[in-house]
C-alpha cells in the first residue's frame, strides 16, 4: 500500500525531476535537497478544496530557523491536495508567521494564483501556480548571480 506521504511528495518530486535543471536531489534530513544547494521541505494537505491549512509545530519551526543559518536556500513546498503545489522560500513564511509555530492557509480560486496568508498577515503578491519547481533553480541562479548553467 502507498502511504499518503509517498503519495503526496512523489507528485511534487515528479515534477521537480521532470525540470531539465534538476541535476540531483538526495535525502537530507528534513526533505530534500536539490543540486547541493536548496534544501526542499514538504508539507501536504489531503483535502480536495480550497483552502487548504498547513501548521507548524515548534519543532519545524525550529527546523527550519536552523537550516536558515546554514549557506543553503530553504524552499518550503506545500502540496495542496490535487490542486498543484504552493511553494514558498523560508523569509517569506516568516513573514506571515514570525518564528511561532501556527498555520498558514492557501487559497485558490479557479484559474487564479495562491493566496498565502498567517498569523501576521498575507504575503504581499500571490504566488504562481508554476512557481514550482521553478523557484528552487531561480534562487540557485540568483545566488550565482547569473544565469543558471
Not at 518550503?76 to 513573514?95: P, Q
Not at 493566496?115 to 503578491?125: F, I, N, Q, S, Y
Request: hydrophobic residues 40%.
Amino acid at each position: 500500500m502507498i502511504d499518503r506521504q509517498e503519495f503526496y511528495h512523489g507528485a511534487a518530486l515528479i515534477r521537480l525531476l521532470d525540470d531539465n535543471r534538476c541535476i540531483a536531489v538526495k535525502k537530507h534530513f528534513t526533505g530534500y535537497i536539490v543540486n547541493n544547494e536548496v534544501i526542499v521541505l514538504f508539507k501536504y494537505s489531503t483535502r480536495s478544496r480550497t483552502p487548504w491549512r498547513f501548521t507548524f509545530t515548534l519543532d519545524e519551526m525550529i527546523t527550519i530557523e536552523t537550516l536558515c543559518k546554514g549557506e543553503n536556500k530553504i524552499v518550503i513546498a506545500l502540496i495542496c491536495g490535487g490542486d498543484g503545489i504552493c511553494a514558498v522560500y523560508a523569509e517569506e513564511l516568516y513573514s506571515i508567521m514570525g518564528d511561532n509555530p501556527g498555520w498558514i492557509a492557501i487559497k485558490r480560486d479557479f484559474n487564479e494564483q495562491y493566496g498565502v496568508t498567517g498569523p501576521k498577515g498575507a504575503l504581499e503578491r500571490k504566488i504562481s501556480f508554476k512557481r514550482w519547481p521553478s523557484i528552487i533553480f531561480d534562487s540557485i541562479e540568483v545566488e550565482r548571480g547569473g544565469n543558471y548553467a
